[in-house]
């Protein structure tokens, strides 16, 4: 990754307990998640220019509170430009994993101005004993006037492939989605399986808690498996615009695709004092229910 030592340096990594050693303070970012034969199955551009405020092109970027340029925040919400912390003492809740490390995020009086909400973004990475990347957010609702606050999410996740070409997504035939190449018209899914051969960046509508991504080249499928967010976001950004992204290689569409499980159609409504759960998890190459 790109950067300056002094930038890098300014964006402590996470001293990992067992792999977790790429997960970046500076927007809760997992950059790495490597199996049993320590390939890495997520995708990281080798133009990622390391300079916040920019977010890391790659990994899983945590979109939040807002997803896509709907709304009054920068793209996808601030959640993956600001530098959260650690939490050295967290409560246990339940995952079944060798480690874990809490990220947590908390607004400033500055973040206040820009979204008028207090909240509490608790970020939970794991990893599971079958070498399962799990991840859960808990979002709580700190506002001290009453007020409830809504908020979309998504975890941006950018799976490495070996051959965009040769990939085949299952789980998503026949379900409506919106369009973002067509001006977010909604359209119905054909009934087999999602091929490549162009740009493409689709949100679809009640998604399944489980998808699976093939790689026929490395004969590995992801399952990713998600909880309590009802939609699923697909895109790859093909030839023509991957030349206009300044971190991103001009070739690199063909080696990621994103899957991400998110709540981008119908945003969560939270009430004071109220927390709100959603998952997403890994396991051995794939994402499982929590
Ligand atoms: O998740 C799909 C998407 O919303 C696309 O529209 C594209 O903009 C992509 O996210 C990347 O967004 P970013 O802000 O990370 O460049």
Known sequence: MAGSGSERAAVELC?????????YLYGGHVTSWRNDQR???LFVSTKEIFKPPK????GIPICFPQFGSNGSLEQHGFARNKFWSIDTDPPPFPTTSKSFIDLILKPSEEDMQKWPHSYEFRLRVALGNGGDLMLTSRVRNTNGDGKPFTFAFAYHTYFSVSDISEVRVEGLETLDYLDNLENK?????????????SEVDKVYLGAPTKIAILDHEKKRTFVLRKDGL??????NPWDKKAKTMTDFGDDEYMHMLCVE???AEKPITLKPGRGVERKTGTVSGSFKLL
Do not use: M, S, Y
């Open 185 to 197: 018209e909604r359209f119905t899914e054909q009934g087999d399986a999602l091929t490549f051969e």
């Open 261 to 263: 499980a998110a709540a």
């Open 15 to 23: 001293k990992g307990i067992n792999g977790l050693d790429k997960v």
């Open 230 to 235: 009802p939609d699923a976001v697909v895109w």
């Open 55 to 58: 977010a890391i092109r790659g």
């Open 39 to 41: 390939e890495e199955l």
